[in-house]
């Protein structure tokens, strides 16, 4: 006769109580906030590289603030720009949650950065070096920053830890929400106390070349769902949250901004660019099983929304394939941020926290008219009030890589907030 199985420990709840955001409509939780509620446009001409030849080159590119300017630690020179922005980001995330350094350093934790580009910016310069001197006119200081593992250990070692598993996610633009997925996942399982995950890309040549040459850089803004939609406008930036378990956030007294409820991936692997409707809808219903929730539960959804034809008309078809005609509010902050790559996915979950604390929709601003073919509620140029209890962050990537993360709000009772059940896996 078989012995019974032991009974299994109870998941822990995963929550965010910290958050850092360097975006180009704002810094900070108040200040992204606030470029959010207005509906800051964050498009500007790009200075990063030269654009010559280019017949458009506008791009939301951040020219207010300095990532150097958080670091504390380390000489700024030993990381290159995407790295700066996690490492500036994950301080904020870490001060934000009312955490120490020394606090941060007593506890198992892992850091978890997604990215799409690296420090490509980097290889930008020493391909241009390489070019015009050769090879002896390559920066060594430059050369060390582009190991992708510095990402995450830059924020490991800015910070001090040492009990800690770092690890850099680059799985393209759905990266933030995969890295994410992984600190709930740490959290959950009790592998780590604390995690900081998210996003982080900086504007380079290399990438806006590359979406310029498939026809998909917009001239002046970027349009999601819009009839007149043209395209997307690269961007930049990183977004960094701080996980732990809902115990030990009520044991020292932290802000809740929302709890993390699951998150569901796909990867069809069947296009190097193109969309699968199919396949992001695999994600959807994952992340919906994962969480513990029907699609009736949703009240917005944070899309992808690159405002490009096939993205939004792929997205949207994908969005109908599990909610049916009866959509929830689905909105795109590229609009105001542009495409930030890897950091795209984590600074819209930022986006989603803030929205269930404060009660706001934010708009997809430069709304005309909505295309027939994407017949969504964006809730066009203007943040609406709203009592949102769960919300849904999409992360689509080249390759087939899609990550899709369920937040809800916490209002400090014993379950998720969910008005329907369904079965949630292990």
Known sequence: ????????????????????????????????AEGLKAGRNGAKPITAFDTSGFAHSIGCEITDVDPADWLRTLPADELGRAARFA??????????????????????????????????????HL??????????????????RVALSRLSLGVARELGLEDVEAVTVPTACAAGNYAIGSGYDGIRAGDVEMALCGGTDALCRKTFTGFYRLGTVAPQVCRPFDRHREGLLVGEGAGVLLLESLESALARGARVY??????????????????????????????????????????LISAHGTGTRANDVTEVGAIREVFGE????????????????GAASALAAVACSIALQQGFIPPTINHIETDADCAVDCVPNEAVEADLRVVENHGLAFGGN???????????QDAPPLTHTALADD
């Open 127 to 144: 391909v241009g070096s390489q070019i015009a001197g050769g090879p002896d006119s390559i920066d060594p200081v430059v050369a060390r």
């Open 87 to 124: 490492a500036a980001a994950s301080r904020m995330a870490m001060a934000d949650a009312g955490l120490t350094e020394e606090e941060m350093q007593v506890r198992r934790a892992l850091v978890s950065v997604g990215t799409s580009d690296g420090e490509s910016r980097d290889l930008d």
């Open 1 to 32: 006769m078989t012995a019974p199985r032991p009974a299994r420990e109870p998941r822990r709840r995963v929550v965010i109580t910290g958050m850092g955001v360097i975006s180009c409509i704002g810094t900070g939780v108040t200040g992204f």
């Open 258 to 299: 929302a709890e993390v409820l699951g998150y569901g991936l796909s990867c069809d692997a069947r296009h190097p660019v193109a969309p699968d409707r199919d396949s992001i809808a695999r994600g959807i219903r994952a992340a919906h099983r994962n969480a513990g929730i029907a699609p009736g539960d949703v009240d």
């Open 326 to 341: 009866e959509t929830p509010p689905t909105v795109s902050i590229k609009s105001m941020i542009g495409h930030a790559m």
């Open 402 to 412: 899609n990550a899709v993360l369920i937040l809800a709000r916490y209002d400090g």
